[in-house]
């Protein structure tokens, strides 16, 4: 008589490439994303979709956030590991990921920052066809008012990696890949 044994899933590896504006994280995990051969979801990028969808701004705090995670949530469960980036706030942040992908995902936290972060917002945001400089303006008000929460990585109680952005990345993004698949250990019963 054959035993079979059942063996869960693994949870799968969700990456959250943090940061303050400007400071590479999309750049960062779009790269991370490629060389892992893994789904990259830019939170930036589903805001603009719904912005593009309800044809106009959208609440980016409340119905913007709301609607990233509970794509991030379906791919958690879906068992799809995956990178995303965007900005994390001090005491908001924290408690989202701890209760919401902890417990179905191994997270690891990649901060980026860069010596240069607020230049490279700027000119960034400068740089893009259709913004007003009122519009630009009000971001720089607000970025300078969120930097400091933005800066510095969270306490997310999950692994993290730190990278240096300004010039190339710092370490390399192979020497990340390898911390990151140090923290992704298969832990399952019965595998080996």
């Known amino acids: 008589m054959r035993r079979s044994l059942t063996v869960q899933p693994r949870n799968p590896l969700m990456i959250i490439v943090s940061g303050a504006p400007g400071s590479g994280k999309t750049t960062l995990a779009k790269a991370l994303a490629d060389y892992l051969r893994v789904p990259h979801v830019p939170r930036d990028d589903v805001l603009r979709g719904l912005e593009l969808t309800r044809g106009g701004e959208i609440n980016r705090g409340a119905e913007g956030v709301q609607t990233y995670f509970n794509i991030l949530t379906q791919l958690c469960t879906a068992g799809v ?32 920052r860069a010596k240069n972060e607020y230049e490279r917002f700027v000119a960034r945001e400068r740089a ?38 300004t010039d ?25």
């Open 168 to 192: 190339g990345y710092d370490p390399s993004l192979s020497d990340v890949a390898r911390r990151i698949r140090e923290f992704y250990v298969d832990t399952r019963p019965g595998i080996k």
């Open 81 to 112: 590991s995956f990178v995303t980036d965007g900005t994390l706030y001090r005491g908001l942040s924290e408690k989202d990921v701890r209760t919401r992908f902890v417990p179905v995902a191994t997270v690891v936290n990649v901060h980026a």
């Open 128 to 165: 893009r066809e259709g913004w007003s400089s009122e519009w630009v303006n009000s971001h720089l008000i607000r970025l300078k008012e969120i930097y400091n929460d933005t800066v510095d990585p969270l306490d997310l109680g999950v692994p993290v990696v730190e990278v240096d952005t």
